[in-house]
């Protein structure tokens, strides 16, 4: 028993953890289902870096997968001797001096046989035979004392002949117990296809806050070295300051991380219950005994469940906007004792985007250095093809961004009516769903002098206007790929943040503007997106953007 459990073990795909299904093999010598590691080699595709999940061997091309007919042999020809009764326990009604696993169970005689004493049974039409079970005794009328043999619907009940002929369920309209089992198993099933993809958006949700997690505290880290070193010029008048600003720092961080923390256990135990449904509902669905199937409390209670969290959006904004009103305290404080110090930190260049002439509408004129867009009457007569927008004059950028912070400036001076923001190369190129911010593949910041200066920020056609009147020409653009974020702030004294996306990036994402009037350049620009500075005027200022880093 015990070696037969040792091989049972070895025989488990060690990506889904159940037994093989088409075993394949790489070049490195591990096993896999076959869906398995295509699944997994689909999501390498996007790097182009491939390499097993079970020793990190890389490979410098997609890996070849080799059908290990020998393990599919095992599988096949060693299992089925084992019997099923070794894990159910059930055991031989006619075996007394010595227990044998039994096969089979027979509802009319309420008894359970093993492979000799099934041999011998009758086989008469009374008879009916099971899968080994120990409630047989259910299986009766609890009224008439006979065998169970149909449904009625009118009572959602199992009832015997006696209960049609002659009992409270006559004139009932009947099912046989297969036919009730058959349709109470495409409800199930039917069920079962809407918690899965339930399960796998809560698995998801949690690797996403774990990740979150983790770059919190990497970020509180580089923040706190950042705030130390600047404050040692200056130990001796802002002592004081610096101690009160960092333990703010520290609770704001203790305070996400528990927030945080508390919502992965709730999606831990939610996703622990979705499981734990799923194969119920798997066992219900592949039982051959129709009555247990039928006996199942309401499956509608199966589907209920109380989603937790889902509000991590706006908990985000609000520790955002925590920050924004600590940074601002910062500012105030600094002025009032930082007359002559002028100290500013540079982590990196702004990304350079150049925009992608093929992929600009035919209305809009590009420039020689791939920086500015302008919006013209004269058709430019470029080839028709599937990446051009055809649509409100739209470009996106050549470059694309699949991991790391970033930051660019665009300038809007000589346009009226503009969008800006970002995209997946996915977006539709024609019709009003290829609008930036009008789907669910572009996030865009919309304004413009024809706007009346009231700016707004869209994505699948969810309008929110900003608060905020915009003074300035230049707009900001910050992106935090891995933390899932997307920042419009405005470039006055000091910079001003203006709006945040949240969302999960799945894919690489491009630079995209539309121009409905005049022109819209991108600028070279200086300093960083991670820009914390202190300068001279007689007026000390903070200023906390971001960081940026290196562009894919």
Known sequence: MMASAALRKVLDCPICLTLYTDPVTLRCGHNFCQFCIEEVLKTQDESGVYSCIECKEEFLKRPTLIKNQTLCNIVKNFLPTQSDQEITGIRCTYCVDSPVPAVRSCLHCEASLCDNHLRVHSQGAGHVLTDPSTSLGIRRCSVHNKILEYYCSNDSTCICVSCHLIGEHKGHKLYSLNEASDERKKKLKNVLQQLIPRSNKTEGRIQCLE?????????????????????????????????????????????????????????????????????????????????????????????????????????????????????????????????????????????????????????????????????????????????????????????????????????????????????????????????????????????????????????????????????????????????????????????????????????????????????????GGSGSCAQLSLRNGGHGQIQLVGQSASRK
């Open 211 to 523: 990740e979150r997690r983790g770059n919190s505290q990497e970020k509180a880290a580089e923040e706190i070295l950042r705030v130390t070193t600047l404050f040692m010029d200056i130990r001796g008048r802002v002592d004081d300051l610096e101690k009160k600003i960092l333990g703010e720092l520290s609770r704001l961080e203790e305070h996400e991380l528990l927030s945080l923390s508390d919502l992965i256990q709730k999606l831990e135990m939610q996703k622990d219950e979705l499981s734990r449904k799923m194969r119920h509902i798997e066992e219900l669905c592949n039982m051959t005994d129709p009555l247990t199937v039928l006996q199942e409390p309401n499956i509608e209670d199966l589907f209920h469940l109380k989603e937790e969290g889902g509000d991590e959006g706006k908990k985000r904004r609000n520790e955002s906007d925590r920050v924004a009103e600590l940074l601002s305290r910062v500012s105030h404080a600094l002025s009032d004792i930082i007359r002559g110090v002028n100290v500013t930190f540079y982590v990196q260049d702004p990304a350079d985007i150049l925009l992608n002439v093929d992929t600009a509408d035919n209305n809009l004129l590009i420039s020689d250095d791939l920086k500015t867009a302008t919006c013209t009457n004269i058709n430019q007569n470029r080839p028709e093809t599937a990446a051009r927008f055809r649509y409100c004059n739209q470009v996106m950028s050549s470059g694309r961004f699949w991991s790391g912070r970033h930051y660019w400036d665009v300038e809007m001076k000589a346009s009226m009516e503009w969008s800006v923001g970002m995209c997946y190369s996915s977006i539709d190129r024609k019709g009003p769903q290829s609008e930036i911010g009008e789907n669910d593949q572009s996030w865009c910041l919309y304004g413009g002098r024809l706007c009346n200066t009231q700016y707004s920020v869209i994505h699948e056609r969810e309008v929110t206007l900003l608060p905020h009147r915009i003074t300035s020409d230049i707009i900001r653009i910050c992106l935090d790929f891995e933390a899932g974020q997307l920042s419009f702030y405005e470039l006055c004294d000091p910079i001003r943040h203006l709006y945040t996306f949240y969302a999960t990036f799945t894919k690489p994402l491009h630079a995209a503007i539309g121009v409905l009037n005049g022109s819209v350049k991108f600028l």
